[in-house]
């Protein structure tokens, strides 16, 4: 007998090192264990001879070890082990990266299996890269012969955790389901506690599938839930409408130093549209790096201004909302349209033509008046600090999907209780096959041609040292011609989150060699605000040629003499991102180069050469999708917490399924009021997913 809500510690049967393992994994109650779904499933009774092994599929060997060692490399942290495994009809190689402990752990003459895709290799053949491996003489602990692959945390051996969890799963009896039961009567589902044996002790893949589904439905329509559950709120309140002045619009067009595309006028119109209704707009602008974004949310700030009222801009650094104050600034200055900086380290107001530094109290004091533009960091919308005339909330560079995901659920009230429109511009293309079930019923505009003139930037995958030198090279002779460079590490030990020791490493390194005669700035995450702000002035002033940086330099930073980018250890970074990282350059009229340098050949070259080919975000934000799965595209592994747990790209179907059910309970009851148990959980996610 155990109830979803029992603390874990009433699982029968518990050893004291499953105890302390449970305490680690910071799991409280039964179902918070039981909602760790394995990530597959290992099917014992299929195993693969070498021999017959297909290359790039998901499969499982039971092999010998040969040989184990740790190889030389020559940068510290970088920990490589290379083996060969052999079976009685062949043998591969196999590399680890990064787990020192493998070699403590396992040693020539050890039986193991090893799960993942066999890839040829062009020096050491076939073989496995970083597979999961678990002892063959473990009990594999599958009912029938399907074994749960749960998520591996911490050093949590898998033999422990399907212990564990077996206990928990055959005790439970009991479980709250929110879900009304029409729904799941009508929609052919398990119930919870079937679901939950389903997927913990299945006897088929077919049944572990149809578990896993229930749990991707009720994760999808809960969330579907919460975010409708916003837009009728918001809707409740009504918004500022906001008259189009076509007259003054031609003005602006006009009046502004380049032409603009076809998408950005077709975006700003579509904005100018929204507002003019009484309905709160929340439109998402995705334009990728350079596309020209920042020149619509000036129009529409404008516009709002024509009508009188308000506009919050905010950016998520106190670098960004600088350059977009005096960005706004070169645009607005024809028409007196007052601006408003307020950051930790700055404030002014720039109105009638005049620049005035500002003190706290008077920055705020100036704000409350409204009938400005104000330029902040995201500080400016959470302190509740915006003018009471607030028309317009502009969210920029929310490449993070977590984060637009967030506004999406955002219903930000005016005092009077009418809802601002929301403008939120993002970076990340996010694939048409997700955005539905995203973003809810958020408007998108897609900025996908690029202002004229510019050249793409070049982008080549180097390896190792030798690539590494020819990098240099090319860095040294942009410098000669007055132009800069950017170098990017990744962080490589678990512990240096903020990446301050790579960065210094990094420095030191090129200090005294490969870069020996250069101006050498660094920037990293445990620099405070103004610390950070002092470098990348410094940079963007040429007090430095080159930059190293951790991804503190993703975020849209804008120096067109910035020509070069290398970036370390390339392999490590999702492709949208390395795209986000180069779009650091390629902002001017100037030949530009991206150097992608991988750690070895192991690195998975292929995928990095889709950025040689392609310059276009959408493309590669699909690639990334197929190779990397959901995992990369939904946030999970940048913020360590993505918006879905359960649910993949390959759900669609589940998806689609899971929307129109939360259409049909909203369509009846919009704002849940007479099902309690829905409305809560909506709000849960709601609230929870405001805080990071
Ligand atoms: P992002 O979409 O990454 O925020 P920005 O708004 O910073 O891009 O624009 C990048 C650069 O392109 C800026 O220097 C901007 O002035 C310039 N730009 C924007 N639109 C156009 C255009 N239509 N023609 C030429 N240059 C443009
Ligand atoms: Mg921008």
């Not at 949310?297 to 960004?320: E, G, Q």
């Not at 955002?410 to 096959?433: F, G, K």
């Not at 040629?545 to 930073?557: P, R, W």
Request: charged share 25%; glycine share 6%; net charge positive.
């Amino acid at each position: 007998m155990l109830a979803w809500q029992d603390p874990v510690t009433y699982i029968h049967g518990l050893t004291a090192q499953q105890r302390r393992v449970l305490k680690a994994l910071e799991v409280e109650t039964v179902g918070d264990l039981l909602s760790i779904l394995p990530r597959r499933y290992d099917d014992y009774s299929n195993l693969v001879k070498i021999a017959e092994l297909p290359i790039g599929e998901p499969v499982t060997l039971k092999v010998k070890i040969k040989t184990l060692n740790k190889m030389p490399t020559f940068r510290r942290r970088i920990v490589i082990i290379r083996g060969v495994l052999e079976d009685e009809t062949g043998s591969i190689s196999v590399t680890w990266f990064n787990q020192p402990w493998m070699l403590e752990q396992l040693k020539s003459g050890d039986e193991i299996y090893v799960s993942g895709a066999a890839r040829r290799h062009p020096r050491f053949g076939l073989g496995f890269s970083s597979p999961l491996w678990e002892p063959a003489t473990t009990e594999t602990l599958a009912a029938g012969n399907i074994a749960p692959v749960y998520p591996l945390i911490g050093q949590v051996t898998q033999k422990t955790l399907r212990k564990i969890m077996k206990a928990a799963v055959e005790d439970l009896n009991v479980v709250e389901d929110v879900m009304p039961p029409k729904v799941v009567e009508e929609q052919n589902l398990p119930s919870l506690l079937e679901a939950l044996r389903l997927v913990h002790r299945p006897s088929s893949q077919e049944d572990a599938e149809r578990g896993r589904r229930r749990f991707v439905f009720d994760e999808v329509l809960f969330y579907q839930l919460a975010l409708r559950l916003a837009r009728n709120l918001a809707d409740h309140g009504g918004a500022p409408q906001i008259k189009f002045d076509e007259k003054f619009a031609k003005k602006f067009v006009a009046g502004l130093p380049f032409e603009l595309t076809a998408d950005q006028k077709r975006a700003a119109w579509a904005t100018f549209q929204d507002m003019s209704q009484g309905r709160p707009m929340r439109r998402l602008v995705q334009g990728d790096v350079g596309s020209g974004k920042t020149v619509v949310a000036a129009f529409c700030a404008a516009m709002v201004y024509r009508s009188d009222l308000s506009t919050a801009f905010m950016a998520p650094t106190d670098i960004l909302a600088k350059q977009h104050a005096l960005t706004l600034q070169r645009f607005f200055k024809p028409y007196n349209i007052p601006i408003l900086l307020i950051t930790s380290s700055t404030r002014y107001v720039v109105e009638g033509g005049e620049e005035v530094k500002l003190t706290v109290k008077e920055a705020k004091e100036r704000l409350s008046r409204g009938r400005v533009v104000a330029i902040g960091t995201h500080a400016l919308l959470e302190r509740e600090q915006y003018p009471a005339d607030l028309a317009l909330a502009i969210v920029d560079e929310q490449h993070r999907f977590g984060v637009a995901q967030r506004e999406a659920l955002t219903v930000l009230e005016r005092p009077d209780a009418v809802v601002p429109h929301l403008l939120s511009m993002t970076a990340t293309p996010i694939p048409r096959s997700l955005a539905l079930t995203l973003m809810g019923d958020l408007e998108v505009s897609v900025i996908r041609t690029k202002p004229a003139g510019r050249l793409p930037i070049m982008t080549k995958t180097l390896v190792g040292e030798a690539g590494r030198e020819l990098a240099y090279r090319a860095m040294k002779d942009a410098i000669k011609r007055g132009e800069q460079a950017f170098i990017v590490c990744p962080l490589i030990d678990p512990s240096d989150k903020l990446g301050s020791k790579s960065v210094e490493e990094e420095l030191r390194r090129l200090r005294i060699g490969p870069l020996k005669d250069v101006k050498l700035l660094s920037l990293h995450g445990k620099m405070s605000a103004a610390e950070k702000d002092q470098a990348m002035n410094d940079f963007k002033e040429g007090k430095a040629d080159v930059l190293i940086a951790t991804t503190v330099v993703e975020v849209g930073v804008d120096i067109p003499n910035a020509t070069i980018m290398l970036i370390e250890s390339a392999e490590r970074f999702g492709l949208a991102q390395l795209h986000q990282l180069r779009g650091r350059i390629g902002r001017s009229d100037k030949r530009c180069t991206c150097f992608l340098v991988a750690t070895d050949e192991d690195a998975n070259l292929s995928r990095l050469k889709v950025l040689e080919r392609s310059n276009d975000g959408f493309v590669i934000a699909e690639e990334d999708l197929k190779i990397r799965g959901s995992g990369n595209v939904l946030g999970y592994e940048q913020s360590g917490r993505g918006i879905f747990k359960y649910a993949r790209p390959e759900d669609v179907a589940v998806m689609a399924q899971a929307r129109d059910v939360a259409s049909q309970i909203l369509k009846e009851d919009p704002l849940l009021q007479s099902n309690d148990k829905l409305r809560e959980r909506a709000e849960f996610i709601r609230n929870t997913a405001h805080g990071e």
